[in-house]
């Protein structure tokens, strides 16, 4: 297997970010034209509902705590001392953990929607989609949690 260089990891975790979003956006427009045409999956129960909804919101929240909380644990365990390859290497798999943690919120909120028909989750999954746009792996941002040093921003840009 070749090895990447430092550019060539940022490009596979944007394609990873592109294949996530395109997904998510895709899974919103199927679950809201499924709604809009059947109604909800489940017979209007109101206390089931209730629970449901508050369910998405807990597992969404805690998934994008996840998200954040633990893949920054994670990023800022990476050496300094490393050379950039090796540190964008692990780079990219903590960020293909936020992604994976995010779409996994977005998927949730969906399934509960198609369920429920409950348009306040749609909110929600907006909101899930704000996250995982903020998330984009990027050089400024990948400079900015791996603290490189300008010559290795600079190979990031090339």
């Avoid at 427009?29 to 629970?51: Q, T």
């Avoid at 920054?72 to 692990?90: F, G, S, T, V």
Wanted: proline letters at 4%; charged letters at 15%; aromatic letters at 10%.
């Amino acid at each position: 297997m070749k090895q990447l260089s430092g550019y060539g990891h940022l490009k596979a975790a944007n394609k990873h970010y592109g294949k996530v979003f395109f997904s998510l956006i895709l899974l919103l427009v199927f679950v809201s034209i499924m709604v809009s045409n059947f109604g909800p999956v489940l017979a209007h129960d109101p206390g089931l509902f209730a629970g449901m909804k508050t369910l998405a919101y807990i597992l969404a929240g805690v998934l994008l705590v996840l998200a954040y909380a633990l893949v920054q644990k994670k990023i800022h365990r990476i050496p300094q001392e490393w050379p950039l390859e090796d540190k964008m290497a692990h780079y990219r798999k903590a960020t293909s953990l936020r992604l994976w943690l995010i779409g996994a919120a977005g998927l949730l909120i969906s399934l509960f929607f198609l369920l429920t028909a409950d348009t306040n989750l749609i909110l929600v999954l907006a909101i899930v989609l704000i996250f995982l746009i903020l998330s984009r792996p990027g050089p400024f941002k990948a400079g900015s949690d791996l603290k490189l040093s300008e010559e290795d921003k600079k190979e990031l840009l090339q």
